[in-house]
């Protein structure tokens, strides 16, 4: 089993980047956590998701299934689910919106737990949510393994958990000093399209 997570780890693996990047709010920010790249090691994300499923149990959440937005939550929900022996579906944007994919159906009233690499916006989350609920499916709570919110109730009144509790400075284009320095542009690393990329 791997050390416990923290900021030291995810640096030494290259999740955690520095540099000049345009989240997907359309913030600038002079960090950038890029979980795929811890999870890419196996036993680290193996690690990672007993962690995190030991967060869940201490919580007292009983799920049933594990739902993540693609794909950034693919591998950590699968990992969650394999410690807590429950199955494990994904859910990607579609059409504009947010489907369960690869044939997968939720039954009414199964309990659900949410969970992903990282939250910021909480966006995605948000939306496997509303997915679960509409499916008449019983959302427990989210779990990551980074909130990066700046707030612990991101998704109240359900519950969320996490291993790390991370805040890093982010500005307006128009504030941003990395951009009044006159350095390279920003650069939007991530996978979810932002208001100021093509």
Not at 8 to 27: D, I, K, P, R, W
Not at 34 to 40: D, F, M, P, V
Not at 76 to 93: D, K, Q, T, Y
Request: proline fraction near 9%; aromatic fraction near 6%; hydrophobic fraction near 45%.
């Amino acid at each position: 089993m791997s050390p416990p997570l923290d900021l030291a780890a995810l640096g030494a693996c290259g999740a955690h980047q520095h540099g000049h990047f345009l989240l997907s709010s359309g913030l600038h920010s002079a960090d950038y956590l890029q979980c795929a790249l811890l999870l890419a090691r196996p036993w680290q994300a193996e690690s990672a998701g007993q962690e995190l499923a030991a967060v869940v149990r201490s919580a007292g959440l009983t799920p049933q299934l594990v739902v993540s937005p693609a794909l950034g939550g693919v591998v950590i929900g699968h990992e969650v689910a394999r410690s807590l022996r429950v199955p494990s579906f994904f859910s990607e944007r579609s059409e504009g919106r947010m489907a369960l994919r690869r044939g997968f159906a939720v039954a009414a009233g199964t309990r659900t737990l949410v969970v992903e690499d990282v939250v910021t916006t909480g966006k995605s989350t948000r939306e496997v949510i509303a997915l679960l609920q509409a499916a008449g499916a019983e959302a427990v709570g989210v779990a990551s393994i980074v909130n990066r919110s700046d707030t612990d109730k991101p998704f109240a009144p359900l519950p969320f958990l996490s291993l790390l509790e991370l805040s890093f400075p982010t500005w307006p284009p128009e504030e941003c000093p990395l951009c009044a320095a006159g350095g390279p542009p920003a650069v939007k690393p991530g996978s979810r399209p932002g208001p100021h990329s093509g």
